[in-house]
């Protein structure tokens, strides 16, 4: 199964797995949803963020979806750099 296509799945052990093998928990980033086993997520290809897990509450199609992880993601940096975690560019 390749999660890649863009479509919904339910989420399976081997999947939570695998992210715990790199210390990286499943979850989305919009709502901080952690995934559990039979969940539905989708991946989803952001285009100057980083591509992510969105759950079913948060998906909201490709490009409104997209739009507010870019917005999320914005916020974070700029907090990052606000609290010292991260260099000014």
Same mark, same amino acid.
């Not at 479509?7 to 928990?25: C, G, H, L």
């Not at 759950?55 to 606000?82: F, I, M, P, W």
């Given at each position: 199964m390749s999660f890649t296509n863009g479509k919904p799945f339910a989420?399976? #052990? #081997?999947?939570i797995n695998?992210?715990?093998?790199y210390?990286?928990?499943?979850?989305?980033?919009?709502?901080?949803h952690?995934?559990?086993?039979?969940?539905?997520?989708r991946?989803?290809?952001?285009?100057?963020?980083?591509?992510f897990f969105v759950c079913s509450s948060c998906d909201?199609?490709?490009?409104?979806?997209?739009?507010?992880a870019q917005k999320s993601y914005q916020d974070t940096l700029k907090n990052a750099r606000n609290?010292?975690?991260i260099?000014?560019?």
């Amino acid at each position: 199964m390749s999660f890649t296509n863009g479509k919904p799945f339910a989420v399976t #052990s #081997s999947i939570i797995n695998i992210r715990r093998k790199y210390r990286r928990p499943l979850c989305c980033p919009l709502c901080g949803h952690a995934f559990e086993m039979g969940d539905i997520a989708r991946f989803i290809f952001g285009k100057d963020c980083v591509n992510f897990f969105v759950c079913s509450s948060c998906d909201e199609g490709d490009e409104k979806t997209v739009e507010k992880a870019q917005k999320s993601y914005q916020d974070t940096l700029k907090n990052a750099r606000n609290w010292s975690l991260i260099p000014n560019e």
